[in-house]
């Protein structure tokens, strides 16, 4: 599986993508820099963690005015595969490949802890690696991953089954919607979650439970 890392200034999170990608496929991922304006030609895109820009306006909000994106948002709309993942999601919803936004944490303080997480979606390209009802943890390390949207928008991704991951009943650390931690787009090709699942690839790390998500991917792309 062919992969790209997108680097914006400030990014914290691009190496720790760029390691699990690299030890799981056996390929390193092309690191694209914010200003390039052409994704290689890849299988999968990550949108990684961090503070893109230094998080000045909103979070995301000038990452996703990047000239890299136009790129990322054609390429996603031809189907590639892209995960976003903690200001990757931000990124995300700030350029409308995924509906609703990642608002201040509901007690206003920056969480950074591990979670514990539901699999609410197991049939998608990112989860077939995983059960229905599974629990694993993921770390968090965010000051805005409260998910909101309004009440239709959230009645449509339960009855379409783009509710990927859930905050597991207690251990929600935002105050997101209906305990949201990842959604996919309609073509269910693009998944934003707020928790860090590449910080979960290796025993070192405290755990492994964020490798079936790379290897359900490898299964779909290769």
């Known amino acids: 599986m062919k992969s790209a890392v997108i680097v914006f200034p400030a990014s914290n999170c691009d190496r ?17 820099w914010h200003a390039e304006t052409e994704v290689p ?17 909103r979070c ?11 790129d990322v948002m054609k390429k996603a709309e031809a189907g590639v595969a892209v995960l ?12 409308h490949l995924l509906p609703g936004a990642l608002l201040r944490n509901a007690d206003l303080k920056f969480v950074s802890r591990p979670v514990e997480l539901v699999v609410d979606e197991s ?13 694993v943890r993921f770390p968090v390390a965010h000051g805005e991953g409260n998910y909101f949207a309004d009440e239709e928008t ?28 990842g959604i996919l787009n309609e ?25 079936p998500l790379f290897q359900s991917l490898i299964d779909t792309l290769s």
């Open 16 to 32: 720790d993508a760029q390691t699990a990608l690299a030890e799981i496929t056996g390929t390193p991922p092309h690191m694209v």
């Open 41 to 57: 030609d890849v299988d999968l895109i990550v949108i990684p963690g961090g503070f893109s820009y230094g998080d000045y306006l």
């Open 60 to 70: 995301g909000a000038m990452a996703a005015q990047s000239h890299i994106m136009r």
């Open 84 to 95: 976003g993942i903690c200001n990757g999601f931000q990124i995300l919803t700030e350029s």
């Open 123 to 135: 049939q998608s390209a990112f989860t077939r690696k995983y059960s229905k009802g599974e629990r």
């Open 154 to 181: 959230l009645n449509r991704l339960e009855g379409e089954d783009r509710v990927v991951f859930r905050y597991a009943p207690g251990d929600n650390p935002n105050g997101s919607a209906r305990n949201i931690a």
């Open 187 to 211: 073509k269910r090709n693009v998944l934003g979650m707020m928790p860090h699942p590449e910080r979960a690839c290796d025993p070192l790390l405290g755990s492994t439970t964020g490798r």
